[in-house]
Each structure stands twice: as structure tokens, then as C-alpha cells.
């Protein structure tokens, strides 16, 4: 007698039993922090609570504790064309994201590869240095040549005010500077633009479509822990953009979802800590016909008030 699962799986010739439908895959090409705040770990964890699927491209590794970067490792960028050209052989991504690349080597590697790729949605958070250090995360060709040329393969770039400034030489101190920084960012080919306002009294976020500019106003978030805010921003956006929102609503569900996460911000180790990417789990009530029992921990039952 033929067993039914194999049949059906021989018959679609899927070997295995599992099948699931494939999640929007998001690809995050960022460095690694072993501490899990920024970089590659944050990309992943916010993609995977988006109900989106992460895969990664390594462009660094940092040695760095939540006390900031104490070293930066950048393997040969031949090694990031591998990681890149193996993924997409394999996958589709439904969105790009990229965050610290280390170098211009690397920077050329990542535009050569959405040459080939031609991606819908690809966010460049253009990372400079380590928010609160001097660390540099890109080195001067590499920001020269993310500035001339990278950007104009991109279809959001999510710089924060410092990052604004390096690129374009404005001095951005309020909404109108802001803009002005956007709209030069654009002329240089950039096709969308939003300026994290973060490091501003007030932290609006300026969005230039290419069209027009918005302004989200926002409130301060006061935590020492939101290591890796500007990651998960730019990781958010993408995957919103993966499940089909239009960019001004991804930006505004990308910066709800941030100050939220800040505001869960996770105590760890003597330095700045991480966001909680995950808080959203953490508040979900138990679902209905569910109760905790002490020695089962979550049990699902039938009849919630007979146990
Ligand atoms: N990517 C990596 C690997 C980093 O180590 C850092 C900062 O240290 C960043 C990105 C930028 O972090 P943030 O999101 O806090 O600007």
C-alpha cells in the first residue's frame, strides 16, 4: 500500500512533505556586531518579525561590545561577490537592504550586483561611522563612490542627519535644511530620499519621493539602548516595501515600529544595549483558547473554562 504523503509529495516532485508558502524573502548585505545591536543581527531579527524571510551577505566583521567597535575585519570583497551570487542564484528577493559595507571594493562588489539583480525595492542605509564613536564603517573611497554612483541604483537611501550632511556638505539643523539635503541627494540620482531625525531636538523624519516632501513628526524616545536604530529603520522600510506598501506608508509604519522597539529597549551589558525587535512578540496576549497551566506552561484547550 502506497503511503498517501509520499505519493503526493513524489507526484509534485517536492521530496519533502513541508510546504509552506515562501514569506517575501528580504536580503540584508550589512557587517556583523557580535552583539547583536546593528549590523546583520538586527537586519534579521526585524525582517523575521515582519513575517518576512531574511537572508544575508556578511561585508565586515566588527569586533564590538555594546561599549562601542574595537575593531573592523573586512574579508576580500571577491568573497561578498560570492555570498551575493550564490543567494541569487537560488532565491528571489523581494527586497534589498544595505547597510555598513566597510569599503569602496565592497561598494563596487554591491553595484555590480544590482546591475545583474535589477531589484523593485533596494534601501541603502548609508552607514559612515558607528552612531557614537568615531568607528569608521565605510572608508572615504568607499563613501565618494557610495555618494556618486550608488545611490543612483537604489530606490530609497535613509541617511541620518550626520550621514546628510557628509554626503551632500549642507548643514542640516531643522525640516527646511532637511529638504534641501533630500532634494540634492536626488539630483545626484537618488530616487527617493528620507532623513532620519533622530539626532535633532525635535525627531521629525523628512521623506523627498522624488515628487514632493513629507514631514513625521515624532516624539524623543529617551533610552541609552537603541544600538542599531538606523539598521533596523532601513530593514523595517524594506520589508514593508516587500509586502507591498506603498513607500510613504512603509516609512511611517518603519518609524512607529522603531520608536516602539527603542521604547522596549533591551538592558544589556555596561554600554549602550539593543532595541527590543521583538517586543511586539513579547506583548501578544495569549491567543483565545489558550490559558497557562503551571506545570504545562501554554496549553491549547478546547473548552478554556473547564480545566
Ligand atoms: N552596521 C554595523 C555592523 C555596525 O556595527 C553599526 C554600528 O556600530 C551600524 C551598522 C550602524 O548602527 P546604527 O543603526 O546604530 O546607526
Partial sequence: MRAPVFVLCAESGNLSNYNAA?????????????????????????????GCYGVAAVTALTVQSTQGVKGIHIPPAANLRAQLDALAEDVTFAAIKIGMLGNK?????????????????????????????????????????????????????????????????IEVKDVATMEAAARKLAERGARAVVIKGGHLEKPTDLLFDGAEALSFPGDLVKSPNSHGSGCTFASSIACQLATGRPLRDAVMLAKAYVAKAIQHGIHLGKGAGPLDHFYRIRQEPAA????????????????????
Avoid: Y
Wanted: aromatic share 2%; proline share 8%.
Fill in 288 to 307: 483565545r483558547g489558550t490559558h497557562e497551566v503551571p506545570q504545562h506552561g501554554l496549553h491549547p484547550a478546547a473548552e478554556p473554562a473547564r480545566h
Fill in 105 to 169: 571594493a565592497n561598494a563596487v562588489v554591491v553595484a555590480e550586483f544590482l546591475d545583474r539583480v535589477a531589484a523593485r525595492h533596494v534601501v541603502l542605509d548609508p552607514v559612515i561611522k558607528a552612531t557614537g564613536g568615531e568607528a569608521e564603517l565605510l572608508d572615504a573611497a568607499g563613501v565618494k563612490f557610495l555618494g556618486e554612483e550608488l545611490l543612483q541604483r537604489c530606490t530609497l537611501l535613509t541617511p541620518n542627519v550626520p550621514e546628510a550632511q557628509h554626503l551632500t556638505g
Fill in 22 to 50: 515562501t514569506p517575501p524573502v528580504v536580503l540584508a548585505i550589512a557587517g556583523f556586531d557580535p552583539s547583536g545591536g546593528a549590523g546583520i543581527a538586527a537586519d534579521l531579527k526585524t525582517i523575521s518579525t515582519h
